[in-house]
């Protein structure tokens, strides 16, 4: 068997099928389990994976090597560490943006409010359309324009279509997107026309579209690119890569990451394992998922220590996590428990304050990437994190996505119950063209601590 051939491995039965032969909504018929890409060399192929194994330290040069180059495939983010995710036929085919490739910013400021020595946030709103959705969407849909599609399909709470459809774009596929009527940030919703998908605002939540969808590409010719789909995680992986090269193959102690339909801390658990399981690291931090209070399911589950989920009407402005019945949740679970870290929840109080301290660091992002420094500030109370940990917060989304929002936090109209965000708030001064005047607010701001 090649170093490039993988398989499918339904992660409820173990069974594995070949690629090709997968359904169209990327579940086993039998049990509706997803499935996760497996590789010659991965753990879970046991003495197989032994002698199949890629060499850690000349891959570590090569990846060095690829920043040099001018080809898009070395200077992506996801593709540069291809040889771990031998997902397509010809590496020509990829369709990239040059993903990836995203700052590690430190938090000095809340690193020291909350007594940490090390607190680093991992921007993935610094990626083409603004969110960690391109690391994933670049892999998934290189392998339906490999196979031959014409249509791809996402339901979304804004930024998989934002990202499918500039992918789409690029690589000349047609993009039809569900997005829910009026729970969806502007700055999305605009991407996904401005990239020319076809999109649909379906009068029901996220939850209905993808009911929706999934119908739809059972009888159609459609490419399912939401989160089931297990080519997303390959690329959403790569970030625990570039984490850890960024730290020069230092591990961090505990990975911070929003949780949605749950994909995401899935994929980065996958990356860590991955690296651990060939020799490019010696441990795997924790992997902590933090949700809205109002899209819950994860963290209900986890306290209740019950065997199945239980689906929840979602309520947030974090509309990016606005999700009640999350995919990936068995993934996400495990991950977290196999790593040793913990599930939390923040109120729309607390998301607002976090969003408010990330943006003050000169930083940003999008209200749900905010739940990662107020579930922090959770973990570190009830002693989930310990204040001598490194600690890497995943910010999934750019400010950009949802001024709407952060408009209304600093108008005092999110209806917060926090004290401590009263500081932060910067409404838009209305004044005379007057310097007396303008001074006065000087004087007046100079006399805020924050
Ligand atoms: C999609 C998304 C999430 C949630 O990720 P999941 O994989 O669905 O858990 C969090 N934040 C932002 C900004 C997102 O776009």
Known sequence: MSLRSHQLRCIGSGERIAPETVSSDFRDPASGELYEVEYPWSESRGDAAATNKPNASALRHLWAERRDSTLPIDQSGVWRYRDLLPILNDDAHAITLREGNTPLYDLPRNAKALGLDFLLAKHQGMNPTGSFKDTGMTAALSVAAERGYQWVACAS???????????????????????????????????????????????????????????????????????????????????????????????????????????????????????KHLGFIDRIPKISVIQAEGANPLFQWFTNAEKMLHPVTADTRATAIRIGNPASWRKAARIIEATGGWCEQASESEIALAKAQIGAEGIGCEPASAVTLAGLKKLLKSGHVQTGERVVLLLTGHTLKDPEYTIDFHKDLLATDIPEAAPFRKPPIVLEPNESAVMRALEAEMAVKV
């Open 157 to 275: 709470t804004g930024n998989t279509s934002a990202a499918m459809a500039a992918y789409a774009a690029r690589a000349g596929l047609r993009a039809i997107v569900f997005i829910p009527e009026g729970k969806i940030a502007w700055g999305k919703l605009s991407q996904s026309m401005d990239y020319g998908a076809v999109t649909v605002q379906l009068k029901t939540d996220f939850d209905g579209c993808v009911k929706m969808l999934t119908d739809m590409v059972k009888k159609n010719p459609i490419y399912l690119l939401n989160s089931v789909n297990p080519y997303r995680l390959e690329g959403q992986k790569t970030p625990a890569i570039e984490i850890c090269e960024q730290l020069d193959w230092q591990v961090p102690d505990h990975v911070i990451v929003p949780g949605g339909n749950l994909a995401n801390g899935s994929a980065l658990g996958k990356g860590f394992g991955e690296l």
